[in-house]
């Protein structure tokens, strides 16, 4: 089946530590997005990138890295630097840029 | 830049009532979109509108691409309990190639 698929689900780290999320698409899609949402609030981009080996920055891009190596990988690394990195958060793709973006499942990272 | 209004916040109905929302924006639009969001998950497109005018029917679901290009409505019919969640309004950002979201609203259905 094709589609975007975000791991782990949930996922634990202590203070201090870096964390790398993962997305993965099979959708042949060149422009990937990644999305934080806190409780109760909406999507905030944190960084996209239209093509491989390319990304740009989002609204709210302090404290995270990210790399796009090969055109189904687009994986967020939350660095120690983010201040408060407990939030759900979310990948997408779409065709090409700018177009209706389809997302994954989400993961759902605590920072204890 | 270009930002997204949504109305209502929240909604809370009694299963079987119509719902309406809407998406309004000071700028003008090429697309709008229509997402449902589910607790714990990732938001679903529901409906893809491109032209100003456009009628597009998804099931119990409808949506509306306004007239001036500045505002979109998402209609519900006959709500059942599976249609909680938040929906988002979407438009492509003019001149960068990403997407603008709206704030969402959150609906909650007593049966």
């Known amino acids: 089946d094709g589609g975007i698929t975000q791991s782990p689900k949930y996922l634990f780290r202590k203070e201090g530590q870096n964390v790398t999320l993962s997305c993965e698409q099979n959708l042949n899609h060149d422009a990937m997005y990644w999305y934080r949402q806190d409780p109760g609030q909406g999507l905030r981009l944190i960084y996209y990138?239209?093509?491989?080996?390319?990304?740009q920055k989002g609204d709210i891009a302090e404290g995270y890295s990210v790399s796009r190596e090969k055109k189904e990988s687009f994986p967020l690394t939350v660095t120690s630097a983010q201040k408060n990195p407990t939030a759900f958060y979310l990948c997408?793709?779409?065709?090409?840029?700018?177009?209706?973006?389809?997302f994954g499942p989400g993961t759902r990272l605590t920072v204890l | 830049g270009q930002q997204l209004n949504q109305s209502p916040q929240s909604m809370f109905i009694q299963e079987g009532e119509d719902v309406s929302m809407n998406c309004t924006s000071s700028s003008i639009f090429n697309t709008w979109l229509w997402y449902k969001q589910e607790p714990g998950e990732g938001p679903v497109l529901l409906i893809a509108l491109y032209k100003a005018g456009e009628l597009t029917s998804n099931g119990r679901l409808t949506a509306q691409f306004g007239i001036t290009r500045k505002d979109s409505f998402l209609n519900i019919s006959a709500s059942i309990p599976s249609d909680v969640g938040i929906y988002f309004c979407a438009g492509p950002v003019q001149g960068a190639q990403k997407l603008v979201f709206g704030q969402g609203t959150r609906l909650t259905i007593n049966p």
């Open positions: 997408a793709s779409s065709i090409t840029p700018g177009n209706e973006q389809f």
């Open positions: 990138s239209q093509i491989v080996n390319d990304f």
